[in-house]
């Protein structure tokens, strides 16, 4: 596969089959997408994987951790997924995809609980066999967070090559102390996201949903 048909065929999927995706797959996937830039080649990346039985332990701590809420969230975020009052064009864009997306599954804009319960499967991974929790050390700044999103693209693409779905979510920021000791990981590391990995279900309207993008018009100058 071409880098140009694995970015054309990516897209962040919220249905997973069963199909299971080996640690040791995902380890090399990993061990290739580590040749991703990072200024001054800090590779400031640290990446947890979640499989098999380990993956059962964690949707068991979520269900208990979830259970009772109607709103999930419930730690201290240690950063801000979006700024406060996100301003235009940004905040429209974010809503468009939201609303197509509940509009794909069905549920209202009214339907409050029906969406805050369609939210909380992230914390299932979307029934994803695996993922990888992507945590950086928590003295670096924005520049080593750019980083990451380097690294985690690189890390999505070659798995696409592979035939592999992703869906990246920061959904988990909102409980970073629980992953910080599930993957008995130090306070010196900031939890940014997870990632759920496995293989679409080709069933799921979800997954028909192709985000828009703005067109280079709006955010491109040639001088
Ligand atoms: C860093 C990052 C975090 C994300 N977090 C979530 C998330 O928590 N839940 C979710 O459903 N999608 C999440 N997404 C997916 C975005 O909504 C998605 O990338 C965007 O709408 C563009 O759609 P596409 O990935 O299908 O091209 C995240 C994407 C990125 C890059």
Redesign the pocket.
């Known amino acids: 596969m071409k880098v140009s048909e694995a970015v054309e065929r ?3 999927i ?1 249905a997973f089959t069963d199909a299971p995706v080996a640690t040791a797959t995902i380890l090399d996937v990993l061990a290739r997408a580590v040749r991703a830039p990072s200024g001054g080649n800090l590779q400031p990346w640290h990446v947890a994987v979640v499989n098999g039985e380990r993956m059962d332990a964690l949707r068991a701590r979520m269900a208990e951790r979830l259970a009772g809420t109607a709103r999930p969230g419930g730690e201290a975020a240690e950063y801000a997924v979006y700024p406060a009052n996100l301003k235009e064009p940004y905040r429209s864009r974010r809503f468009t ?1 939201g609303e197509q997306m509940y509009a794909m599954l069905g549920i209202a804009r009214e339907d409050r609980a029906g969406r805050l319960r369609r939210f909380a499967e ?1 914390y299932r991974f979307f029934g994803a066999p695996a993922a990888i929790f992507c945590f950086v050390d928590r003295t670096m700044g924005p520049p080593q967070w750019a980083d990451l ?1 380097m690294f ?1 693209a690189t890390f999505m693409l070659l798995l696409q090559e592979r035939g592999i779905d992703t ?6 920021a909102a409980y970073p102390r629980t992953i910080a000791e599930f993957c008995g990981f130090s306070e010196e590391l900031m939890l940014f ?1 997870g990632m759920a990995i496995g293989h679409r279900d080709e069933t799921a309207p979800v997954n028909t ?3 828009e993008r703005a067109p280079l018009s709006e955010w491109v100058t040639v001088l």
């Open positions: 990516r897209r962040s919220r995809v992230n999103g985690l869906c990246a979510q920061e959904a988990w996201c949903l192709r985000s």
